[in-house]
């Protein structure tokens, strides 16, 4: 447990925040596992209806801690790969909030929630191509689900930031608003879903997902031993040089 993700149950509504503002909510091992343990915790709590994900009105996450991700995941179940197989699974209804920048997880865990608010600064970004590693999350099966193969392939080849406004459009969230609106806003759908039958919630969910939940999971093993072979090459290591360094990455001949 670490107390740079604060979670809290109130009124049938788990809610999960990043508290690391001062790192802009960068994720280290320890904090993946304190969300994996609250998720997995939340799925089998029958005191829990709605989880919401959320970070600060100026900041959702950062993406991974680099310093602390260049030391490298535990060799047996790493933190991120139990989050994503238990986000992956949650079954029950999973909101997010997100304000500021949503870097590389930040985005992809909205693939697996159920209903996603944003910011008017909001920015999703996909660097993967740019750290010399693939994609993560199931990303690399979901985003042409909902994107299309083309925007999808645009988005995971470039790199580039997709604004509040173009992932509205998309369809990857349902709501754009001011910042200081995102996280009471989702609130406040949380409580109308808390407030209805959850064993309607769940066979929804259940419907909607099938068929689709064992292709995810298979996806997020792939892409995590994909990953990790990455890691070891060449160009990730020159991205990861180039960023403790403070400089632009060369990946010429990469």
Do not use: W
């Not at 997995?40 to 680099?66: L, Y």
């Not at 949650?90 to 944003?118: E, R, S």
């Not at 989702?186 to 929804?204: F, G, T």
């Not at 909607?208 to 093993?221: R, T």
């Amino acid at each position: 447990m670490t107390q740079e993700i604060d979670t809290r149950i109130d009124s049938g509504i788990l809610t999960i925040a990043f508290n690391r503002l001062q790192r802009k909510n960068a994720i280290t091992n320890a904090m993946y596992t304190t969300l994996a343990d609250a998720l997995a915790a939340g799925a089998i709590d029958p005191g829990v209806r709605v989880a919401v994900i959320q970070g600060h009105e100026s900041v959702f996450t950062a993406g991974n801690d680099i310093a602390d991700f260049a030391k490298g995941p535990p060799a047996e179940d790493p933190p991120v790969l139990r989050f994503l197989q238990t986000i992956a699974t949650f079954p029950k209804p999973l909101l997010a909030a997100v304000c500021g920048p949503a870097v590389g997880i930040g985005t992809t865990l909205l693939l697996h929630v159920d209903m996603a608010y944003a910011g008017e600064n909001a920015a999703f970004v996909l660097p993967f191509v740019d750290l010399g590693l693939c994609p993560e999350a199931a990303s690399s099966l979901l985003l042409p689900q909902m994107l299309g193969y083309h925007r999808a392939a645009e988005a995971l080849f470039t790199g580039e930031p997709m604004g509040a406004q173009e992932a509205l459009a998309l369809g990857l969230v349902n709501k754009v608003l001011a910042p200081a609106e995102v996280n009471a806003f989702a609130q406040a759908q949380a409580r109308k879903l808390a407030a209805k039958p959850i064993s309607s919630l769940l066979e929804i969910k259940r419907l909607m997902k099938k068929g689709n939940e064992a292709a995810i999971v298979q996806q997020i093993a792939d892409e995590g031993a994909t990953f990790q072979r990455m890691l070891g090459e060449p160009a990730a290591r020159e991205a990861m040089a180039a960023f403790m360094e403070k400089r632009k990455p060369d990946f010429s001949g990469l």
